[in-house]
Structures are given as C-alpha cells and as structure tokens.
C-alpha cells in the first residue's frame, strides 16, 4: 500500500538549518515541507494552520521554546502531529524536557541525510521508539527520583511489565508478539493497556515515565 507523503514543519531560529532541512526533505518523493517556523510560538500557530504529519522542532527558539510549543500543540489539537525534537546535544536537559512533554523523539543536528529521512519516516510510519538506545540513556540520566513509585506501577499486569520493557528497547508491535508467542493482536492490546495505565501519549513517554518511576530498575 502506497502512503500519502508525509507532511512536515521545521521550527528552528536558524534559516540556514531550516534550508538545509527543507533541501533534504524535498529530495524525497514521500516527504513533503509544508511550513517553516523560526520560534516556538510561529511553530504552534504554522502546525494549527497546515496540520502536519511530522514536527521537526528546536528546542532552543525565542519567545516560546521548543518545549512549550511542544506541549501547547498536543494539547490543544484532536489530532496532533508526531514532534521529534532536533538537538545539538543529545544528553542535554531540554531535549529530556521535551520527551516528557510528549515528543516522540530526537534527532541530533549534525546528523546525516539518511538518517534524518529515515527518522521522519520512521515516526510517521512505525509503532517503534525512534533511536531506543539513546532515549533509555537519556531516561536513565536524567529521570527524576521519585520516593515512591506512582499508583500506575502496581497496576500493571506481570505480562504488560514484560511488554514495557520490550517497548523500551525498541520493539514493533510484531516483534514484541513473536518474543512473548502471543498473536499480534494481543500483543498491541498489551501496548495499548501499558499506554493507559500509565497515561503516556506514545512509546517514548512510557518508557520515559517508566524509567522516573524506577520500573525499569526493577524497583
């Protein structure tokens, strides 16, 4: 089955980063620019007005940052898009900020044109973590030490345990069936609950939350 292409908006101060992105996006005839932003607050009015698929969004922009804009267009549109922040570093406390604010990713600045493709591909398309290993890095450095772990922890089933930390290394749907011998049906119902019960909007906040809430320490 062909997909439509896939709509994107790059937010970024920086016209140079944002010409580069627009240039390496446009080469590819299932990917298409459809606005550009150069701060947080153009980033959430251009994303309201053209609704697209995939946000590429700085997170060091004036007037609104790339966390703020982040969390103000999920929470206020029905249908919101993927948002994968792009970042110079990736260890740095804004780009963990904006995980969990509900990004679904990150994408490091000096990267390739084929990696960045296919990070926009992957988010608009697949029921993986974008880079697993180095959001779960990034989760365990800077997660937030809790006291105790929240209500959401002692609910989970012993089967949906097994299928968060699948997800969190990176696990499709498909694969997470195949390693715990259950249909793929049943396997994205375990998704599902996991995300419920946790209250995460997608895989990356999950694991995010799971990590803070040291559930994947065992704790």
Do not use: C
């Not at 609104?64 to 249908?79: F, K, N, P, S």
């Not at 591909?121 to 800077?142: G, N």
């Amino acid at each position: 089955m062909t997909h439509p292409p896939v709509r994107v908006v790059v937010a970024d101060d920086e016209r140079m980063v944002r010409t580069a992105l627009r240039a390496i996006l446009s080469a590819e005839p299932d990917l298409e620019v459809v606005g550009e932003a150069a701060t947080g607050a153009e980033a959430v009015s251009v994303v309201r007005e053209v609704r697209p698929d995939v946000v590429l969004m700085d997170v060091r922009m004036p007037e609104v940052d790339g966390i703020r804009a982040t969390e103000q267009i999920l929470a206020t549109l029905d249908a919101p898009p993927r948002v994968v922040v792009v970042t110079t570093f990736e260890n740095d406390s804004y780009v963990y900020d904006a995980l969990r604010a509900g990004a679904a990713g990150f994408l490091l600045k000096r990267a390739d044109a084929d990696t960045l493709v296919r990070a926009v591909r992957l988010v608009a398309h697949s029921d993986t973590l974008l880079f697993p290993s180095a959001v779960r890095t990034l989760a365990a450095e800077h997660a937030r030490a809790n006291p105790a772990p929240p209500p959401w922890v002692a609910r989970l089933t012993e089967r949906e345990g097994e299928v968060l930390r699948l997800m969190a290394t990176g696990l499709t749907n498909a694969e997470i069936a195949g390693r715990l011998g259950v249909g793929p049906a049943t396997a994205k119902t375990h998704v599902a609950a996991v995300l419920a019960k946790t209250g995460a909007r997608d895989r990356t906040q999950a694991v995010i939350r799971a990590y803070e809430a040291g559930f994947m320490n065992g704790r």
